[in-house]
C-alpha cells in the first residue's frame, strides 16, 4: 500500500469510506457505531485538509472561523 499524506483529503475520504464499510459487515451494533463515529471524524480531517491544500479557499466549509 502506497503512503499518503495526510494532507490529503482523498486519503481520509477513502478511509472514511473503508470504515463505514466495515460499519455495514460488522454484527455488532456497538462497533457499527463507533465505526461511524470515527467515519465522521474522517471527514472533518478530509474537510481540513481541502483547506489546508487550497490556501482556506474551501467552499465546503462555509464560513468557519478558522
Avoid: C
Avoid at 477513502?14 to 463505514?20: Q, T
Amino acid at each position: 500500500m502506497a503512503t499518503r499524506s495526510i494532507n490529503d483529503p482523498k486519503h481520509w475520504r477513502d478511509r472514511a469510506a473503508k470504515m463505514r464499510e466495515l460499519a455495514r459487515t460488522t454484527t455488532d451494533p456497538n462497533a457499527a457505531t463507533l465505526m461511524n463515529d470515527l467515519a465522521a471524524e474522517y471527514d472533518k480531517l478530509a474537510e481540513r485538509a481541502d483547506i489546508w491544500t487550497d490556501g482556506g479557499k474551501s467552499t465546503r466549509l462555509k464560513d468557519k472561523p478558522r
